[in-house]
């Protein structure tokens, strides 16, 4: 099999055993950025250690001061044995704009990596999380363009297992998200002939769904997700993320 990059996976704190026990790298679901802004964990079973800590930005408060947030998101980091901090669902400007901006050099001074999403990426040295999830265009060409304007040594592939279904004709690009028993009940219903996009990366079908007409589903396998895996590694991107919990029935396939 293709060599594959360094696997990162989002695990939940009720997921966290399972991680464990697998000897994966944990990226810990458990914190959040509040009002403040102060930096929350979750209450769980067991407690968060090594990995790399995920805080969810999406309710980071507009303004505030920077500083003592950055100080909490250190002492939590040196506590817990982190390696790194992803700033999940962060937006560029405002209070958060600040906030990773001062937060990248104080984590490097520790050897620790500050991840961004693609959106939030500035000049600076953090790693840039570039999403895996495309309804047209060429996964290739995304790299590309990414790995020119940040350099491939920045990017980190933010794995997404994708199931869509998109009626046709689907001018905003938009499907409905199907879950695994949506889509095994579909192709078990409707028995279709399932193709390989070499452009997205990812398999699909079509079929005629009655009175709302015909339909496109594309949707990823482990055989799909590991051709996402060994187009990143060619390209020289060396790390990957991807969610436990979206690709716990896969690891077998995935890992080898």
């Known amino acids: 099999m293709p060599s594959i990059p360094e696997l990162i996976f989002l695990t939940p704190p009720e997921h966290l055993r399972a991680v464990q026990a697998a000897g994966l790298s944990a990226a810990h679901l458990a914190y959040r950025v509040g009002g403040g802004p102060h930096l929350y964990r979750t209450e769980a079973p067991v407690a968060p250690r090594g990995g790399r800590m995920a805080m969810d930005c999406r ?22 044995g982190f390696q790194g901090v992803l700033a999940l669902g962060a937006r560029p400007g405002g ?26 990426a500035g000049p600076g040295k953090a790693r840039v999380l570039l999403s895996s999830a495309l309804s047209g265009g060429s996964l290739q060409a995304r790299l590309e363009e990414a790995a020119e304007r940040f350099g491939p040594e920045r990017l980190v592939l933010r794995v997404e297992r994708v199931a869509m279904d998109f009626t046709l004709p689907s001018p905003s690009g938009e499907g409905t998200p199907l879950s695994r028993g ?10 279709p002939s399932v193709f390989f996009s070499h452009e997205l990366c990812a398999r699909y079908f079509t079929y005629m769904g009655g009175k709302t007409g015909a339909h496109f589903v594309l949707f990823d ?21 991807l969610s436990y919990p979206q690709v716990s029935d896969l690891l077998g396939e995935l890992l080898g």
């Open 95 to 120: 209070l958060m704009g600040g906030v990773l901006a001062a937060l990248e050099p104080l984590l490097a001074r520790q050897g620790w990596t500050l991840y961004v999403p693609e959106a939030c």
């Open 221 to 241: 396998d482990a055989d799909s997700l590991r051709k996402k895996l060994d187009l990143a590694r060619r390209m020289g991107i060396h790390q990957a993320v």
């Open 182 to 191: 949506e889509l095994a009940e579909l192709l078990e219903r409707e028995r």
């Open 59 to 80: 309710e980071a408060p507009f303004a505030g001061t920077a500083e003592p947030f950055c100080r909490e998101v250190l002492r939590e980091c040196s506590a817990r």
